[in-house]
């Protein structure tokens, strides 16, 4: 998996963009970007979150009309009115959220793409192609199977051979990444690189650093709406490049701060959980998380994070179990008397449990104090305590926001999760729960939530950190649990842990060893 | 907030325009039908507000339309959606009829209690659904839907058995007393002292809304259930209070058009359309508790208006029922679209929409 920007240097140009501005109310989304790829190469396009690549794309694939520019496909210029243009000139784009319909199987998938119809649908011709196209880029799809029954990764895989099949020879993939687990991540990455060696070309939009080495040829590195610099990826080193994303030098590690941990802040013991059939989802869990302390529940996504997270706030009731918080336990958890004992939770999906989009700044900031009738006298809001607790949380927490009337769906990911981490760690709550809090934020925002974290720790909060990135356990965690098939397979400690070990334990048992764990390092 | 106010403004603007529109639309039918534009387009404009006897009609059938309209906004904040209005108003005018026929009290303590009886019975109607949703998962516009037929019913065989007018060989319930009903605001219209319910019913939906933590709740549960259980609070529990408090406001619609109708007695028809056209009104308020007041206006004089033309220019009562429902679909359609052309220029974060705005997506309901 090594680049070849040398071998690619003399390869014809696949896509040019000359001085693409696009210019949204407000705001300049791409300044004169210019870039080029050329055939059998995989250009990175790196940026922070709003730095403009996703909207340069979407001039690309005809989505968004550019107020100035141009655009040339294998060395012609060309206007790109929609997506269809764009599939017609070759040009094929998977976004973040995927745009299949999940009761249709893949075949029908495909087959109802716009420009195959109108006429008979032929599905057995469909499926076999798309049998026959998937054996020849070595992508794992059925095309019988149904895209609701096939996980991230496959329905990835399904957007690509979409793609192909309409005969699209350069990729467009935004943060493809995302949603996907390590060893997906790594199959993902092979696919690519192979897809470049057949002379097509892959432009893959990111914000993490992490994967572009070993991947593209050269990347194309935006900030603000413009271009920062293109280079050659053997020719630059990781600070280099977030130097460039960010504008500043970043420490891209985090210190762990050593606290003496203190008594035991959460304790869960016997911890079983099963779904409405009675399968069990988490197995006879028991852990302690003391104060001062960041313990970390590392795995691959699936194996029973989320309805630990969901029991421990009392969204699920356990079958058996017990749950104690400061020594007390707690007995018909709720989410609020899981407030009210002092626990917080960053959670997992921001859009869907972090922020409410439609409402206001105050409003999100305040919700569980509303939740549990305060700033409140006799059910009205008293909105002179409600307006000046929310602005000192916002200044607290650097959300940057015009006001606290705006509402959230205006505000950048990074500051809405500011502000839930505002609104979780504003209360000085005893525990916090933190489900992959850095999901989707670029460098900075990251770095805020680390230290935020840290300062929680140092004034002796308990901290139970759950991630799917196992380089967040490694930055965070004092102690940590691997997390295979609902159950603790094993703690260890922080400071000693070893990347094959954890990532052996991932993959569920010692024998079958590093897949899982090889994807997101090997690289690093 | 300044800008916030002008663009309400600007959508106030825009959406009067928008029906001025409808209503030429709407003319050009009246035209082929032979009537002359003007003697159209006069007709209608005096039918809604020429005469006191017709502004008095137009502001008399504002009443139910803001209410249904209010409990549309209020059910719709919460998250929920049913179009339960019709059966609903129906059984809080059974419930009235009741109170005004078979209790006999003086004035000051009769009328309040009917409208009490109008939001009870509204509200437990509202209930069967609420409750079919909360506990078993039965979708709520579909059972309210199938409620309204059975609402209908209902009131058929009630005012042809228990509460006939035996007197009569229409099935009509006797005359109510004078204690039962609204009083008259301007003698000899249809205009009742109910319309000080407009105003009020306005402004406490809205501070309910705005101000209150029940309001918060309902908001919250409306922008997410994920993230309104994680706060703490039972989408279930206030989805199930915002149905209800819905079927309440229909209900109380329903006492309206009992106790201060033409007639001092109800057949099976008195619900009219109120219930289906009221939340016509709310979205043309776009949701909008205060704004429902003026957008209620302009549905109640449409109907006023449609109903004299019939009568001034001759032109057939099923021409007039088109029109109507024309105008309702022209000011709805338009002001939709202009509602998401205004989004789609004013997204003041665009580069940062990861999905290309698709017109579907901006038409569901914000979750």
Not at chain 1, 229 to 239: G, M, Q, S
Not at chain 1, 499 to 505: A, D
Not at chain 2, 116 to 128: E, F, P, S
Request: aromatic residues 6%; charged residues 20%.
């Amino acid at each position: 998996m090594t680049g070849g920007a040398e071998r690619q240097s003399g390869s014809p140009e696949a896509l040019r963009l000359v001085g693409i501005t696009k210019r949204f109310p407000g705001v300049l989304a791409n300044d004169d970007v210019s870039l080029d790829v050329r055939k059998g190469e995989v250009l990175g396009l790196l940026g922070e979150n709003g730095a403009g690549k996703t909207t340069l794309m979407n001039v690309v694939y005809g989505l968004y009309k550019p107020d100035g520019g141009q655009i040339f496909v294998n060395g012609r210029e060309v206007e790109i009115k929609s997506p269809e243009d764009a599939l017609d000139l070759g040009i094929g784009m998977v976004h973040q959220h995927f745009k299949l319909v999940p009761d249709m199987t893949v075949a029908e998938n495909i087959a109802m793409a716009p420009s195959l119809l109108p006429g008979l649908i032929r599905l057995k011709k469909v499926e076999r192609e798309v049998a026959e196209l998937c054996e020849k880029f070595g992508l794992n799809v059925d095309p019988r199977s149904t895209v609701s029954d096939l996980t991230v990764g496959a329905r990835q895989r399904v957007e690509i051979v979409k793609l192909l099949y309409r005969g699209a020879d350069l990729l467009i993939l935004d943060e493809p990444t995302a949603a996907l687990t390590p060893p997906e991540w790594h199959e993902l990455g092979i696919f690519i690189r192979d897809l470049a060696d057949q002379g097509r070309s892959v432009i893959f939009i990111t914000h993490k650093l992490d994967e572009l080495f070993g991947l593209v040829d050269r990347c194309t590195v935006l900030r603000d709406a413009r271009v920062v610099d293109t280079v050659n990826i053997a020719a630059v080193d990781k600070p280099e490049l977030a130097k460039m994303m960010v504008g500043r030098e970043v420490t891209l590690r985090v210190q762990r701060p050593i606290v003496q941990a203190g008594k035991p802040v959460l304790e869960v013991s016997g911890l079983t959980v099963a779904d409405d059939e009675g399968r069990t989802l988490i197995d006879d869990i028991g852990f302690e998380v003391r104060a001062g302390e960041v313990f970390g529940v590392a795995g691959v996504a699936g194996n029973g994070q989320t309805e630990l997270v969901e029991a421990l706030i009392g969204l699920r009731q356990p079958e058996t179990g017990e749950i104690r918080l400061d020594g007390k336990a707690l007995k018909k958890l709720s989410p609020l008397t899981f407030t009210n004992a002092g626990g917080a939770l960053v959670p997992e999906d921001r859009h869907r449990e972090g922020v409410a989009l439609e409402l206001n700044v105050l409003d999100n900031l305040l919700m569980k104090e509303f939740a549990r009738g305060r700033y409140a006298k006799r059910g009205v809001i008293d909105f002179d305590a409600a307006r000046e607790r929310s602005e000192t949380l916002v200044r607290n927490y650097d959300v940057k926001t015009p006001g606290v009337d705006v509402p959230v769906r205006q505000l950048s990911g990074g500051n809405q999760q500011k502000l839930v981490l505002a609104r979780e760690l504003g209360r000085d709550p005893r525990l916090v729960i933190a489900f992959q809090p850095t999901r989707g934020l670029d460098v900075g925002a990251i770095e805020f939530v680390y230290n935020e974290l840290n300062d929680k720790k140092k004034a002796g909060g308990a901290i139970l950190l759950v991630s799917f990135e196992l380089d967040e356990i490694f930055t965070m965690a004092d102690r940590f649990a691997v997390m295979v098939d609902g159950r603790f397979l094993r703690v260890l400690d922080g400071g000693e842990a070893d990347l094959e070990t954890v990532g052996m334990l991932m993959g569920g048992s010692e024998a079958d060893a590093g897949v899982a764990a090889s994807g997101r390092t090997v690289t690093t | 907030m300044r800008a916030r106010l002008a663009t309400g403004g600007l959508d106030f603007v825009l959406s009067v325009c928008v029906a001025i529109l409808a209503l030429l639309v709407a003319l050009i039918f009246v035209v082929a039908a032979g009537v002359s534009f003007t003697s159209g387009a006069d007709a209608f404009v005096s039918g809604a507000f020429g005469s006191q006897l017709n502004l008095a009609g137009t502001l008399a059938k504002m009443v139910p339309l803001t209410l249904v309209a209010l409990g549309w906004i209020v059910v719709f904040k919460a998250g929920r959606f049913h179009v339960g209005f019709p059966g609903q108003i129906l059984v809080g005018g059974m419930f009235v009829t009741v109170v005004a026929l078979k209790i006999h009290l003086p004035a000051g303590l009769h009328l309040p209690l009917v409208l009490v009886a109008g939001m009870a019975g509204g509200a437990l109607y509202a209930g069967i659904a609420a409750w079919l949703w909360a506990k078993r998962g039965v979708n709520e516009i579909l059972s309210t839907l199938l409620l309204n037929l059975i609402a209908a019913q209902l009131l058929a065989w009630w005012v042809r058995g228990p509460l006939h007018d035996h007197t009569s060989p229409l099935p009509l319930t006797p005359a109510f007393p004078n204690s039962a009903r609204w009083p008259e605001l301007l003698k000899n219209t249809d205009l009742h002292w109910d319309i000080v319910l407009v105003p009020i019913a306005a402004i406490l939906i809205s501070f309910l809304l705005a101000r209150t933590l029940a309001g918060f709740r309902m908001r919250l549960v409306g922008s997410g259930e994920m993230i309104a259980r994680e706060a703490g609070v039972s989408p279930e529990r206030i989805g199930v209070r915002a149905i209800m408090l819905s079927g309440a406001l229909a209900g109380l619609a329903g006492a309206s058009l009992v106790a201060a109708g033409t007639t001092p007695q109800v057949g099976e028809d008195f619900g009219g359309t109120y219930g289906f056209t009221g939340i016509a009104v709310a979205l043309l308020a776009r949701n909008n508790a205060l704004a429902a007041v003026p957008a209620a206006l302009l549905f109640a004089a449409l109907e006023q208006g449609g109903q004299t033309m019939e009568g001034t220019v001759g032109i057939s009562s099923s021409l007039v029922d088109f029109i109507q429902g024309l105008m309702i679909v022209l000011v709805l359609a338009a002001t939709t679209v202009l509602y998401l052309v205004r989004r789609r220029t004013t997204k003041p974060r665009a580069p940062k929409a990861t999905a290309p705005p698709t017109p579907r997506a901006e038409l569901e309901p914000s979750k």
